[in-house]
């Protein structure tokens, strides 16, 4: 008892202390304070659980050009392969030209291309010959390439500035993203669009993750078992958790979040199936595709 | 020169107060000092300017079990698509079983693996249909695995604790990370290995970064003149860049740290041509290439 009194005392301490929204809404759980304990062991730790994605309402104020330079220069420290980084960053001032690319504008937008063009274009300069022309170079060049964009996000967040990942380049006709940002056709990928920005309003809670079975493996992989099924399923149906994208599943009469989830969010449509998508034949425009000629 | 020596100063004092050899290494160059700016802005920002890759020469200390929870606490707070986390990580303590799944080992590994098996298991076990039989699906669950693997990294670091990605796991017989770690052959694979731990020795410097032309464009994509080719060949040939991972490449006869890198070091022995990859075999055999059961 005394010791839980102690750990509401630092609680209250830490939010004196500068505390958002995000202590605020999860307040309540043992899982909570585990988290605030974590967020107390360092400045990076707690940007990272204060992290979250803002969509449709981000504010008019643009990013400065020294947090964009700062940001940019925070990016490129992430790891790549043989450190011949493998992406390009195109930094999107204009919010006409952010909406038209993925659907979103705020204060600035970094896209985050698979590129290997640099690296073909350096290797002929020289005088040496370089392909990239199979599926290893896309995968690498993408883990690269998301490994910036992550690193973006979270120098973002630690100057105050939020975020949107978003996939919004990949729906719709996707060459216009290559006719809009100039883009090469071959050996360059668009795969991710960042808005960076401020919030018009704070969101009142962060969304929660899964953070055990059927996420966290130990040694080999488990299978989940129907205990692991129900246990994940009263997870999603916990409100408290903050996972479902939805709040609202029990009034809308399903009886599971994972209801909604399956019938109502991750419909086929958006999802093709017996006929080749759209982003595997500009992957394979792309050359990024093995024997692609060949298909 | 009052204000260059007001910048010695605050280098001298940042450095008193608590900087690594990074510092030193670069404490020359302007750009050294812009980053030591950076550095100073806060505390994630100075952590990921310290990010640095340990590749043979981890300790034989041992992660504890608080620092692994607190690091894939982290790592799981990452944006990802739906919010369905389309990743596994597999926590590996056994030494031997790093070594056999990627060639290196230290205090600990997290494998990452895209992975739509909880998400297929749950959609069965409620009575849904899902698939996620094609490319998008591959690409996106990518994206989402890197973004948290980036975060692992991150958190690790601003814990004292360095690390290692590396893509050893797509070497050789690949076939064996899934028999090694007991992954499911459909709807999962392993994208990147992270080995966390503690050098045995400080590397003396960390390696720079590319982060003008070729790499960071503005607005629309920007095609390389001969100018700028000059200028990326020019910034690798500079000893105090750090860009090389060959610095030793002007001793070896080489007339530029390019030529080594085309030449000796991207062979296309590891790339290779007019031949399906193994990795697009195992692809395929995931289900995430599009109309696999086609070819």
Chains 1, 2 share one sequence.
Not at 192 to 219: D, F, M, Q, S, W
Not at 260 to 273: T, V
Not at 278 to 288: A, E, I, T, V, W
């Amino acid at each position: 008892m005394k010791d839980q009194i102690q750990r509401r005392r630092f609680i209250k301490q830490s939010l004196a202390a500068g505390g958002s929204m995000f202590f605020m809404a999860n307040l309540t759980s043992l899982k909570a304070e585990k988290k605030i304990k974590n967020i107390l062991a360092n400045e990076t730790l707690q940007t990272i659980h204060n992290l979250r994605t803002i969509h449709g309402n981000f504010s008019k104020k643009n990013l400065t050009h020294d947090q964009i330079r700062d940001i940019v220069d925070a990016t490129v420290q992430a790891a790549n392969s043989s450190n011949i980084q493998t992406y390009s960053i195109i930094v999107v001032k204009d919010r006409q030209k952010m909406q038209n690319v993925c659907g979103y504008q705020g204060g600035c937008m970094l896209v985050f291309c698979a590129d290997h063009n640099r690296i073909h274009r350096s290797a002929k300069y020289l005088g040496y010959s370089y392909h990239s022309d199979n599926i290893i170079n896309f995968v690498t060049a993408t883990m690269n390439t998301m490994l910036a964009a992550q690193t973006a996000v979270i120098a973002a967040k630690s100057m105050g500035i939020d975020s949107l990942l978003t996939n919004g380049l990949h729906r719709g006709d996707m060459d216009r993203v290559w006719k809009i940002l100039n883009l090469p056709e071959k050996n360059c990928f668009p795969l991710i669009a960042l808005i960076l920005g401020y919030p018009t309003e704070e969101p009142v809670y962060n969304k929660g993750r899964l953070g055990g079975v059927g996420v966290v493996h130990h040694e080999t992989y488990h299978s989940l078992t129907e205990e692991d099924l129900d246990e994940i399923t009263a997870a999603y149906d916990d409100h408290s958790t903050h996972l479902a994208l939805n709040p609202d599943w029990d009034k809308q009469g399903f009886s599971h979040y994972q209801d909604w989830l399956y019938r109502d969010w991750l419909d086929e449509a958006s999802n093709p199936i017996n006929q080749e998508t759209q982003m595997f034949q500009l992957l394979k425009r792309s050359g990024y595709v093995d024997l692609q000629n060949e298909s």
